[in-house]
């Protein structure tokens, strides 16, 4: 798998109503969770797309727009099936690297070792981050020949991501391979808190 048959899609379409705020602005390091992890992609010279409900409120944040694509979500609030759907339709590489924009701790080690782990497998559809037993779809490669089955799940309203997952060829990352805070989700101001914590701590 090389840098031009894949590209990192950072689904931000959500209405980050646990937050109460929308969590890809939120502040993080230097810039916001949304401009840290694209710094970190860019890092790999890998190209990305940022998926987003709102993608207006995005302009000011501190990205070089010129190297990151921004579209629309195809079916606002219908969670990350349109997301994925949305990114296909708008990308023309073999797979999708699909990250949430809600992994303040997602740097480019781990997703070059995600990246490398398979790219030595055979037959997959999808290979999902597992981490202390818990699968994170959100954080995973989709290989476009899952397109179809992502537009049938759109069309009937099947908007819960691991039923359709149940019908794909899907690999598990090994566990110890990707580091447990790298797939820490900030959904809540009280997880945003032990992120400023733990950053804190590491500092």
């Known amino acids: 798998m090389n840098k031009q048959t894949i590209r990192a899609v950072i689904l931000a379409g959500g209405n980050s109503s646990r937050m109460g705020t929308p969590k890809e602005l939120l502040k993080w390091r230097g810039g916001t969770f949304l401009s840290e992890l694209v710094k970190e992609i860019s890092l790999l ?18 990205i ?4 990151v694509q921004v579209t ?26 699909v990250l949430s924009c809600d992994l303040p701790f997602m740097d480019r080690e781990q997703i070059r070792k995600l990246c490398e782990y398979a790219s030595g497998l055979n037959e997959w559809d999808v290979v999902v981050a597992n981490v202390q037993g818990r699968l994170h ?22 908007y819960r991501l691991m039923r359709t997952l149940d019908g794909l060829h899907v690999k ?32």
């Open 45 to 62: 010279g890998m190209p990305c797309l940022v998926v987003s409900n709102t993608p207006d409120r995005l302009t000011a944040e501190t």
């Open 64 to 67: 070089d727009w010129t190297k």
């Open 72 to 97: 629309s979500d195809l079916v606002p609030s219908s969670g990350p099936v349109s997301g994925l759907v949305t990114a296909f339709r708008a990308t023309e590489e073999e797979v999708l690297l």
């Open 137 to 158: 779809p959100l954080c995973a490669l989709y290989h476009r020949r899952t397109q179809p089955v992502w537009e049938q799940a759109l069309r009937d309203g099947q």
């Open 172 to 203: 598990l990352t090994p566990e110890g391979l990707l580091d447990e805070w790298a797939v820490f989700n900030a959904n809540t101001p009280e997880e945003y808190e032990v992120a400023l914590a733990r950053e804190k701590s590491r500092k």
